[in-house]
């Protein structure tokens, strides 16, 4: 089993930056692809980012290209999502998953694992 713990979100204004955590005490991190998801109220989860299980592929959606940009650190078990330039509709619970593949996948189906979520509220 694998647990995902969640830190980082809050609220912030239009223009700010953000950053999200998630870390696990897995000892199999290194060969799982991580993903970064949203759900704001009423609407599905929406995809946000993802990175493959060596860290040199990523993958994001045109609604956050060139503002989010997730990372990971093996050693440290660790995978982030920086998020700039924010606007009101990123405002939703930030979800950090992970799948046992090596690469990247953008539909949540295929992701095993989740953290908990975190809200991220950008007022205008």
């Known amino acids: 089993q694998v647990q995902l713990v969640q830190s980082g979100g809050g609220l912030v204004h239009t223009g700010d930056s953000l950053g999200l955590s998630c870390t696990t005490s897995a000892p199999t991190f290194s060969i799982l692809s991580m993903g970064w998801f949203r759900q704001a109220p009423g609407k599905n989860r929406e995809f946000v980012a993802a990175?493959?299980?060596?860290?040199?592929?990523?993958t994001y959606p045109d609604s956050v290209k060139g503002r989010f940009t997730i990372s990971r650190d093996n050693s440290k078990k660790t995978v982030q999502l920086q998020m700039s330039s924010l606007k009101p509709e990123d405002t939703a619970v930030y979800y950090c998953?992970?799948?046992?593949?090596?690469?990247?996948?953008?539909?949540?189906?295929?992701?095993?694992?989740w953290g908990q979520g975190t809200q991220v509220t950008v007022s205008s």
């Open positions: 998953a992970a799948r046992t593949g090596s690469t990247t996948r953008v539909d949540a189906l295929e992701y095993h694992y």
């Open positions: 990175i493959s299980a060596s860290g040199a592929s990523t």
